[in-house]
């Protein structure tokens, strides 16, 4: 069973410093990793979707990173503001199964 | 429509009612996914439709849930005799073809609160 983890689970930090978050995840045969944004008591908002051929992906401020060989992602936000604030989730498709399996978060809160 | 639209995005109900919660997907999306997520957790499968039927519904927790998709396109969540464990988020999704590549869209949920 596939399982994903996402450390830190949370995370503080001035407004202008970059924001490293990590995923991981067992069974590195997925087709993709996609990463969410989710604001408190709001549903999800897909950022980035990378192929288990890439290596990474980038939209403005964000980009992805993925190892499928090591079994981890990581997202990076550059210059972080307070608009960043909010819970960001990795999700990996298997391929041959069509769930996501999500890790639990990482909740950033980014101070002015 | 342009995004997953789902209604009500809150309800309360008292711990023994039946409740229904509504999905209506991405305009010709043919995939559509039943989530659930408890506070500060990710979310977990619930059910997959692949047009009207229930491709998979092996997430679903027990028979007091069940969901239905009867044209292809809104699909409803029922549950029955609902206890205060059923308390989460339930977000739906759609995307375009199985497998896809192109990921899931999802809606922004309904937050179930039982008392």
């Known amino acids: 069973k596939q399982e994903v983890t996402q450390i830190p689970a949370a995370l503080s930090v001035p407004e202008g410093e970059n924001l490293v978050l990590n995923c991981s995840f067992t069974?590195?045969?997925?087709?993709?990793l996609q990463w969410f944004r989710q604001d408190p008591g709001k549903g999800l908002t897909s950022l980035l979707l990378?192929?288990?051929?890439?290596r990474e992906q980038t939209s403005g401020r964000l980009n992805a990173s993925l190892d499928k060989s090591s079994g981890r992602s990581t997202l990076y936000i550059a210059a972080s503001q307070p608009g960043d604030s909010a819970t960001y989730l990795c999700?990996?498709?298997?391929?041959?199964?069509?769930?996501?399996?999500f890790g639990a978060g990482t909740t950033v809160t980014v101070r002015a | 429509g342009a995004g997953v639209s789902q209604t009500p995005s809150n309800k309360v109900t008292e711990k023994g009612k039946y409740v229904e919660l509504r999905c209506d997907p991405i305009s010709g999306h043919t995939a559509l996914y039943w989530y659930r997520q408890s506070l500060g957790q990710g979310p977990e499968f619930l059910i997959y439709?692949?047009?009207?039927?229930?491709?998979?519904d092996s997430g679903l927790p027990n028979d007091r849930f069940f969901a239905v998709r009867p044209e292809g396109s809104v699909s409803t969540l029922k549950i029955q005799r609902t206890e205060r464990g059923d308390s989460a988020v339930y977000l739906c999704?759609?995307?375009?073809?199985?497998?896809?590549?192109?990921?899931?869209?999802f809606g922004s949920g309904t937050r179930l609160t039982v008392v």
């Open positions: 439709f692949q047009g009207t039927g229930a491709a998979d």
């Open positions: 069974d590195s045969a997925i087709y993709n």
């Open positions: 999704a759609s995307s375009s073809m199985t497998g896809t590549a192109l990921g899931y869209t």
């Open positions: 990378i192929q288990s051929s890439q």
């Open positions: 999700a990996v498709f298997p391929g041959d199964d069509y769930k996501l399996s």
